[in-house]
């Protein structure tokens, strides 16, 4: 039997005196997407920067494609873990502080790869230019990352994740902030993915319109705690979305996207 992807037992981040993060047992198998919500400060985040060592546990354990991360893991073990691991944070930089073209920003995800300040070969380029092409950047590779709109630059990171070849793929809210059209070519793109790369994915997002329709399982964090772990039908009852999104709300639900829309009619 293959070992879990991410295996975690009784993991806690302790911070300014509170558990940003308490999960007493976790695991996924490899090729599972699950999708991460929760409001404000559930430690949604935490969670995934604990499982590069980004954020260093206080206690318990945690182990990411096989390899330990505690407070105690060297940084050595670390960086051949995240060499492993692609990761899209909500952002990358303010735009005048990434004067980088797309092709240079998509670039960075090989470094790990090619070494710390090696030049990067003809087979790094070869896997850059493939990832902008499959994800429809290769038009804008020249252009500043900076010049690009919100939905491309997500793109650009996605891209900047997958040139790693990564076995784990990580995404901090990919579709904040972007409009209805941004928003699903950004949810096809992970379907995409999983389908052909068949990528264990972790999906941080707060729109039920994000989950994609490959997503078997949804994970609710509420105070750093596991509030709800199951498959999205069986998950999302109407109390679950009234107590994530408020009162008046139903759930509408369409080969295997969801959405919470309002109750018509005076309150």
Not at 39 to 47: A, F, I, R, Y
Not at 94 to 110: K, N
Not at 120 to 144: H, M
Not at 216 to 245: C, F, H, K, W
């Amino acid at each position: 039997m293959n070992d879990p992807v991410i295996d975690l037992r009784r993991l806690v981040v302790h911070r300014a005196g509170r558990d940003l993060l308490a999960v007493d047992a976790m695991t996924v198998p490899a090729g599972q997407v699950v999708t991460i919500l929760g409001p404000n400060g559930s430690g949604k985040t935490t969670l995934l920067k604990c499982l590069t060592g980004l954020v260093r546990p206080t206690g318990g354990q945690a182990r990411v494609l096989g390899c330990s991360v505690t407070s105690r893991s060297s940084g050595w073990s670390l960086c051949g873990l995240r060499r492993r691991v692609g990761y899209v944070p909500q952002t990358l930089a303010a735009a005048g502080e990434t004067p980088l073209t797309v092709r240079e920003v998509t670039a960075i995800g090989r470094t790990g790869i090619a070494g710390l300040l090696r030049r990067l070969s003809s087979d790094d380029w070869r896997q850059v230019d493939f990832w902008l092409e499959s994800l429809g950047l290769a038009d804008l590779a020249d252009r500043t990352y900076s010049s690009l709109s919100g939905g491309e630059q997500r793109k650009t990171l996605i891209a900047r994740a997958m040139v790693q070849q990564p076995e784990l793929l990580l995404l901090d809210e990919p579709t904040a902030n972007l409009d209805l059209r941004w928003r699903e070519q950004i949810v096809a793109v992970l379907e995409r993915l999983h389908r052909d790369a068949r990528l264990t994915v972790l999906l941080v997002c707060h729109e039920l319109e994000v989950i994609p329709a490959c997503c078997r399982r949804l994970l609710v964090l509420r105070d750093g705690r596991v509030a709800a772990d199951g498959s999205p039908s069986e998950t999302l009852t109407p109390g679950l979305i009234e107590s994530l999104y408020g009162a008046r709300l139903r759930l509408v639900a369409d080969g295997g996207r969801y959405c919470a829309a309002p109750i018509g009619g005076p309150a």
